[in-house]
T-cell receptor, first 109, second 111 residues
Framework: QQPVQSPQAVILREGEDAVINCSSS?????VHWYRQKHGEAPVFLMI?????EQKGHEKISASFNEKKQQSSLYLTASQLSYSGTYFC??????????FGTGTQLKVEL | DGGITQSPKYLFRKEGQNVTLSCEQN?????MYWYRQDPGQGLRLIYY???????QKGDIAEGYSVSREKKESFPLTVTSAQKNPTAFYLC??????????FGPGTRLTVL
């Protein structure tokens, strides 16, 4: 089953913050986050592993709650370049990932 | 430069024809994947391969076939049995911790 992402879409003004959630009905070993620009390939952002620490860079970070089988992606002080569709991919321990349906993020001036 | 290449970028097919999409990587990754993406939807796994000469069905394998004769190559054939093949097809590869790197994609349109 696909993980559920929320919200489905969000519009931000430049400089605002956003949170994108990813929830799975299955036990998770890892959560991956990707961003895809229209017509392009998804680009890897970060991975969170079971038992690992919260990952992130200065303005994009993520958390992983293993007990709740949920992950959240935090975008701080958004920039125009953050626009795109964000996907979470969940791993159950093997090499296979199951991707969510995506969250469309648009950052406006 | 290391990376994943897919060809062609755009492909048009008549109904009833088989077509093969190419995927090559020079990242020395063991695992390779094929995904299908429909407008406004996520990525659905078609097939994946963890080593040469071995591959497994994903969630939507019906109407597709693959081969993995070389580590670098993982071609996907869309057969006439696939009822609705028009979509964006993405190939990916991975090494450690299952982080997947994607190729630029092939957009297939059935005429």
């Amino acid at each position: 089953q696909q993980p559920v992402q929320s919200p489905q879409a969000v519009i931000l003004r430049e400089g605002e913050d956003a949170v994108i959630n990813c929830s799975s009905s299955k036990a998770l070993y890892s959560v991956h986050w990707y961003r895809q620009k229209h017509g392009e390939a998804p680009v890897f952002l970060m991975i969170l592993l079971k038992g690992g620490e919260q990952k992130g860079h200065e303005k994009i970070s993520a958390s992983f709650n293993e007990k709740k089988q949920q992950s959240s992606l935090y975008l701080t002080a958004s920039q125009l370049s953050y626009s795109g569709t964000y996907f979470c991919g969940t791993g159950g321990g093997g090499n296979k990932l199951t991707f969510g349906t995506g969250t469309q993020l648009k950052v406006e001036l | 430069d290391g990376g994943i290449t897919q060809s062609p970028k755009y492909l048009f097919r008549k109904e009833g024809q088989n077509v093969t999409l190419s995927c090559e990587q020079n990242l020395n990754h063991d695992a390779m994947y094929w995904y299908r993406q429909d407008p406004g939807q996520g990525l659905r796994l078609i097939y994946y391969s963890q080593i040469v000469n071995d591959f497994q069905k994903g969630d939507i394998a019906e109407g597709y076939s693959v081969s993995r004769e070389k580590k670098e190559s993982f071609p996907l054939t869309v057969t006439s049995a696939q009822k609705n093949p028009t979509a964006f097809y993405l190939c990916a590869s991975s090494a450690d911790y299952h982080v997947q790197f994607f190729g630029p994609g092939t957009r297939l349109t059935v005429l």
